[in-house]
Structures are given as structure tokens and as C-alpha cells.
């Protein structure tokens, strides 16, 4: 189980004017500027449930994530993950938990990925019956089975992913991280990863916390979605639930001479907005559609929770 | 098996991994070290008009600027850089998940490298004995050697620290590049990497009697030419090993303080 309690964290940077003059500047004084990353967030994770994290870029999910794996600090509040205070890296604790970043290799660059894996054997303790079981299942579950001799530096994005995905769940971790790891992928690899933590969830149940900017990923993956708006909360619920939201309203997509947009219409002015979109416009195709996923959330992070 | 000679063969398969630098690492970088030492003392010897200098004869000395260089690599083991780049970079992230200390973790890598380069200078040091100087290599010379190796481990080992305390001060400045510079100068300098200690004036050897300094080159490479006592080498021991754990003490407060400022931004 995971809790989280009036969980805070402050980064502090640096700001340098642009130019010369600024460099110069910044040598005898710099203005620091102070971003409130997460700002008193609360959360409770079941015993194998998966959830989505979703924000813009910078809305603190890649910090919270970083909280509860361990690696950072926060400036206050509580956290605990299974019993254990993250970052207070009990071993026990990180024999459990696995972080899976997209945009971070984990593995070794200059190797083979079985001998990474080899290492992880004895980092983790696998047995060895475990490790080879392990071994098996994921590698033909992520159809990778061929490409684990080759340096990891020589492997394709879609397949260095998978070996970063084997990398981390060979030991079983009751707990998972995984930050954007379709990132960057194309569409079958992001399919053939989505399959895979589909399978492994059902086979393994570990509690499972997924950041993604691809909705398909959220969509196929977490009944329960979190949003996360500038360091705050602003929805926490079934994915399922988002889409009743927005349920009085209509969007109208609008295609013009010359440019394409969307727009948000209460359902009881659907008739007078029509009219004056095609009064206003050169309209070449008009489609009135109920609000997908996409857009509530989007209109979520924008704008907030609205009530229906 | 133990996680750490796993880590110690992974390093090596690295080491392994790319050819044409091992062999230019191997031989090419400490024979033109050593025809560079050789060719200046050289015509040092000659302007003066000597044959010997601070009790080094040229011989002597091209023996001394064979060591230093194998030597300087085992002490500075894996690269400059190693913890601070990591941390610059966010790569640093991935000792933190495993469940070991990052520190034992780092110290068996840098340490591997370090067992590396000691086994080149077992080989270049005899080949060079019993075919270039065409002396005898008796079992006092190998044994020599093999003290002098042990030492230079030892001298790693407190290198290793004091690169770590530097190194984690980018923990609160992000980049300490220049901070390492100066240390790796001041070992050279003042561990006999550029000079042997005997050219130095009498204060600064004095200055630098308690200091690691004048252990970490200078006292491995005169063990493996005979020129060390076992009184020297005895002091040279006991010196280190308290300054390891000196140092050690220090990496812990500093890791203790600087870990809430890892942010694990980069790259």
C-alpha cells in the first residue's frame, strides 16, 4: 500500500539573464527562484492497483515519482510505500520497488544486456530457478529473446525500452515506477509495451504508478487516474467517471478555408452556436461529438475539476 | 557469488569491450610518457654535466617515469569525473536504487580499474627489467614489485576518498571540474607524479611529511626500485590507513547532508 500525506517538495534554481552581460553578471549575483514541484499532496494506492498519473510537462508527476522510488527528498510531509519510508532506502525496500524512467537507460550501455542482468542477479539475490523463469517470461513476452547478446548501445529505442523493462522487473518488485516508457517509441512498440505491462500486472499484481503524455497507454492500462495541475491534485477517480463529467457539453470540431479547431458548447446552446459558427466562418465540415477522454482531461488541467 | 566481484568482472568486460583503446592505454600512452621523461631528463643531465641528481642516475629515472604514469592510473583509478559527471548528469540515479551502498558500489568500480592498470605495470615493469634494462630481476625485485603494487592499492584506496569528498560537493555546485583538477595537480605535484620528492626543498618535504602526499606515488614507486626501507613503508601504511578513515568519516557526513540535495535532473 502506498500513502501519501501533505506531501511537499521546493526546487530552487538558478535565473541568468540572456547575453554576455548576463554571464557576466550572474558571476558576482544570482537571482534564485524558488517552484513549489508537488505542494501538499495526499494519495492512497491499493495492494495492486494501477494508476495513471497525468499532467502537463512540469506538473510535478516525474517528482512524485522520484519521492516514492527514493531518490529525492521531500521539503515535508509523509510518505510510505508498503511500510517503508522511501527515502530512507532500506534495502528491503528497494528488493521490492522498481523504477523504470523512459528517458534514462539503467542498464549498462557498453554491454550485452545479459550481463547487466547477471549483475542485477546478485544485486537483487534472485534465485537462480527465479531468474531463469524470469529471464524466459520476459523475454518472449517482449519478443526480445534475440537481441539480449548485442550492446545495449546497438539497439534500437523500441528495444533498448524492453530491456530496461526486463532490467527492472527481474526481481519481481511488489512495487512499480514507470515514468513515460513509451516515450519516444513507436506505435508497435508502444503496443507491444502496453501488452506487456498488461500481462505482467495480471501475472504479478504489483501496486503500479504509470506517468504517460499517451492516452492510450492510460486508456488501456489504469481504471484510476490522477491528475496533476502545477503541484496539485486536481482529479483523482476512475478513468470511466472523467467522461460523465463533461457530460452536459458538446464539442463541435470545425474545419475552415483556413484552420481546424475545437470548441466546448453547453448542449442547450448547441443550436445557437452552430448557427453562428456557420455565420462567422467559411465552414467546410462541422462535427458534433460527445467529449472524449483527451478533452476532459484536458479541459481538467486547464481549467480544473468542473462539476457536472 | 558476492554483487561486488560481479561488479569487478563487468568492469573488466567493459575495460575489454573496445580494442584499439585498450592497446593504446596498454602500451602506446606509458611508452610515450616514459621516451617524453626520458628525453628531458636527458638533456637536463646533459646541460649540468652530471650523472647523478638528488641520488637518481638517468637510468634510475627512466625507471621512476616507467612507474609513475602505470602508477598515477592505478591511484586515479576508473576516471576523472566518476561521481561528479553521474550526479551532473542524473545518472547517478541508478546506484540509488539498488539495494547496496552507492558507496561500496563506486569504490569496487573505481578500485577495478585500479586492479587493472596494477596488473600492466606487473607485466610492462618485468617485461621492461629482463628485456629493455637487460638487469637482473631477482626475487627481491619481485617481491619489491609486489609491495610497491600493494601499496599503490592502498594509496587508490585513500585517493578514492578524497576524489569522492570532492566529487560530492557537486551535489550543491553541479559542476566541481575544476575542484578535481586541482587535486589531481596537487597529487601529482606533491606525490611525485611530476618530479621525485627528493628534488623538492627540504621544508616542503618536511611540510608534507603527515600529509597523504608524499604515500600515494612517490613511496609505491620507490618500494618497486628498492629505494624504500621497511621503516618507510611501515609509516607509509599506518599514515594512509588513518587518513582513509578520516576520509571515510567525512564522505559519510557530506553524503549524509548532500543526499537532500540530489535532484537527479540531467541527461
Known amino acids: 500500500m502506498i500513502q501519501v500525506k501533505h506531501l511537499r517538495k521546493t526546487f530552487t534554481s538558478h535565473v541568468k539573464e540572456p547575453g554576455l552581460k548576463g554571464s557576466f553578471k550572474s558571476l558576482f549575483s544570482r537571482e534564485v ?72 537507460n539503467q542498464v549498462w550501455w557498453d554491454l550485452p544486456a545479459l550481463d547487466s542482468f547477471l549483475l542485477l542477479k546478485e544485486i537483487y539475490q534472485i534465485p537462480q530457478a527465479q531468474y531463469k523463469y524470469n529471464i524466459e517470461f520476459l523475454a518472449e513476452t517482449l519478443m526480445i529473446k534475440d537481441q539480449l547478446k548485442t550492446q545495449v548501445r546497438k539497439l534500437s529505442l523500441g528495444e533498448r525500452m524492453k530491456v530496461e523493462l526486463m532490467a527492472a522487473l527481474l526481481h519481481n518488485p511488489k512495487v512499480i515506477f514507470l515514468d513515460e516508457p513509451t516515450i519516444g517509441l513507436d506505435i508497435s512498440a508502444q503496443k507491444a509495451v502496453r501488452v506487456f505491462l498488461r500481462q505482467y500486472q495480471t501475472e504479478f499484481k504489483p501496486i503500479t504508478i504509470l506517468t504517460s503524455h499517451y492516452m492510450e497507454d492510460i486508456k488501456e492500462l489504469c481504471p484510476r487516474v490522477v491528475i496533476i495541475k502545477e503541484g496539485q491534485f486536481v482529479y483523482d477517480g476512475s478513468l470511466s467517471n472523467i467522461q460523465s463529467m463533461m457530460g452536459d457539453e458538446k464539442v463541435l470540431s470545425v474545419t475552415t478555408q483556413d484552420k481546424t479547431f475545437k470548441v466546448s458548447i453547453p448542449r442547450h446552446e448547441l443550436s445557437s452556436k452552430t448557427h453562428q459558427i456557420f455565420e462567422e466562418n467559411d465552414v467546410l465540415d462541422l462535427n458534433i461529438q460527445d467529449p472524449s477522454i483527451e478533452d476532459v482531461i484536458e479541459s481538467i488541467m486547464r481549467n480544473g475539476v468542473r462539476p457536472t | 557469488m558476492k554483487w561486488w566481484r560481479h561488479v569487478v568482472a563487468m568492469e573488466l568486460r567493459k575495460i575489454l569491450a573496445y580494442r584499439s583503446d ?32 638528488q641520488g637518481f642516475t638517468l637510468e634510475m629515472m627512466s625507471l621512476y617515469y616507467l612507474i609513475v604514469p602505470i602508477g598515477t592510473r592505478i591511484l586515479t583509478g576508473e576516471s576523472v569525473g566518476f561521481l561528479a559527471r553521474e550526479i551532473y548528469e542524473g545518472t547517478f540515479t541508478r546506484y540509488l536504487l539498488y539495494p547496496l551502498s552507492v558507496f561500496q558500489y563506486k569504490t569496487t568500480t573505481y578500485l577495478t580499474y585500479s586492479m587493472f592498470y596494477a596488473f600492466q605495470l606487473l607485466i610492462i615493469y618485468t617485461l ?110 599506518l599514515i594512509l590507513s588513518v587518513w582513509i578513515i578520516v576520509f571515510v568519516e567525512f564522505v559519510k557526513l557530506v553524503w549524509k547532508r548532500g543526499q537532500h540535495k540530489y535532484t537527479s535532473v540531467g541527461i
Open chain 1, 33 to 104: 527562484r524558488t517552484k513549489d514541484a508537488l505542494k501538499s499532496v495526499n494519495l492512497e494506492i491499493n495492494p495492486g492497483e494501477i494508476i495513471g498519473l497525468i499532467g502537463a510537462n512540469g506538473a510535478g508527476k516525474t517528482t512524485l515519482i522520484k519521492i516514492l522510488s527514493g531518490i529525492v527528498h521531500p521539503s515535508s510531509g509523509e510518505a510510505t510505500v508498503m511500510g517503508y519510508v522511501p527515502w530512507e532506502r532500506s534495502n528491503e525496500y528497494r528488493r521490492q520497488m522498481a523504477l523504470i524512467m523512459g528517458q534514462k
Open chain 2, 22 to 53: 585498450f592497446w593504446i592505454t596498454f602500451l602506446g600512452q606509458t611508452l610515450i610518457q616514459l621516451l617524453v621523461a626520458r628525453a628531458l631528463w636527458q638533456m637536463i643531465f646533459d646541460a649540468q654535466g652530471v650523472t647523478e641528481m
Open chain 2, 128 to 237: 621492461f627489467r629482463i628485456f629493455i634494462a637487460q638487469a637482473a630481476f631477482t626475487f627481491t625485485d619481485f617481491g619489491n614489485l609486489l609491495m610497491g603494487i600493494g601499496l599503490f592499492f592502498l594509496a587508490a584506496t585513500t585517493y578514492v576518498m578524497m576524489a569522492l569528498l570532492i566529487e560530492m560537493i557537486s551535489l550543491w555546485a553541479d559542476n566541481v571540474w575544476s575542484l578535481i583538477v586541482m587535486l589531481r595537480f596537487f597529487t601529482s605535484f606533491f606525490g611525485g607524479g611530476l618530479i621525485p620528492l627528493t628534488f623538492l626543498p627540504s621544508w616542503t618535504q618536511a611540510a608534507l611529511e603527515w600529509t597523504p602526499f608524499p604515500y600515494l606515488i612517490s613511496l609505491p614507486a620507490r618500494t618497486i626500485m628498492g629505494l624504500s626501507t621497511l621503516g618507510e613503508m611501515g609509516k607509509g601504511v
